[in-house]
């Protein structure tokens, strides 16, 4: 099974400053066949379903500010909020979906400072 | 627009059973793959299973292999998930999510309000 560790675990930002959070995941999740990488970020606000943000490793979904922003690939990779607005006060998981089982990061809770 | 509406949820004793449902609109609902995603009271999320849009293919965690079931009838359009032998660690509130394609690809583009399962005596 592929594990796939956030860190930190949470963060506080500043408004209007720029926010990072980590991805590992234990095995690749790059497909050499189509040289995508099998990586999904989501939000959840709180008391909310998660979100869609980005899947592909950085491909925004619709919707989507362009503040967010996701890279990496293999087993490392980044989400990146650019400027911090209040709204984005919530809970960011990685998912991979490479292989069964799908398995998610443990989340990293962003704040505001 | 997508909706996804989830209903079955309540308290149940341990070693009990429980069916969720997951009522779909606003999509061809036969077109994609399903899934149940949980997550456990201020944890993070675990997957549980994932169904074909066709219906002849479904995967499990193997925290659940063999208690539960995913199914669904296309033509209610609704997502099911019979759990058996329920325990303490089923305790969760329970998303139903749709994929991306009718084959499973793992990407959750829609998300249920979720529906709470409570395993205690």
């Known amino acids: 099974d592929i594990v796939m560790t956030q860190s930190p675990d949470s963060l506080a930002v500043s408004l209007g400053e720029r926010a990072t959070i980590k991805c590992k995941s234990s095995q690749s999740v790059l497909y050499s066949s189509n040289n995508k990488n099998y990586l999904a970020w989501y939000q959840q606000r709180p008391g909310q379903p998660p979100k869609l943000l980005i899947y592909w490793a950085s491909t925004r979904e619709s919707g989507v500010p362009d503040r967010f922003s996701g890279s990496g690939s293999g087993t490392d990779f980044t989400l990146t909020i650019s400027s911090l607005q209040a709204e984005d006060v919530a809970v960011y998981y990685c998912q991979q979906y490479y292989t069964t089982p799908y398995s998610f990061g443990q989340g990293t809770k962003l704040e505001i400072k | 627009e997508v909706q996804l509406v989830e209903s079955g949820g309540g308290l149940e004793q341990p070693g009990g059973s429980l069916r969720l449902s997951c009522a779909a609109s606003?999509?061809?609902?036969?077109?994609?793959?399903m899934s149940w995603v949980r997550q456990a009271p201020g944890k993070g999320l675990e997957w549980v299973s994932t169904?074909?849009?066709?219906?002849?293919?479904?995967y499990y965690a193997d925290s659940v292999k063999g208690r539960f079931t995913i199914s669904r009838d296309n033509s209610k359009n609704t997502l099911y998930l019979q759990m058996n032998s329920l325990g303490a660690e089923d305790t969760a509130v329970y998303y139903c999510?749709?994929?991306?394609?009718?084959?499973?690809?793992?990407?959750?583009?829609?998300w249920g309000q979720g529906a709470l399962v409570t395993v205690s005596s």
């Open positions: 999510a749709k994929d991306i394609l009718i084959t499973p690809v793992g990407r959750f583009d829609y």
């Open positions: 606003g999509f061809t609902f036969s077109n994609y793959a």
């Open positions: 169904i074909s849009g066709s219906d002849d293919s479904t």
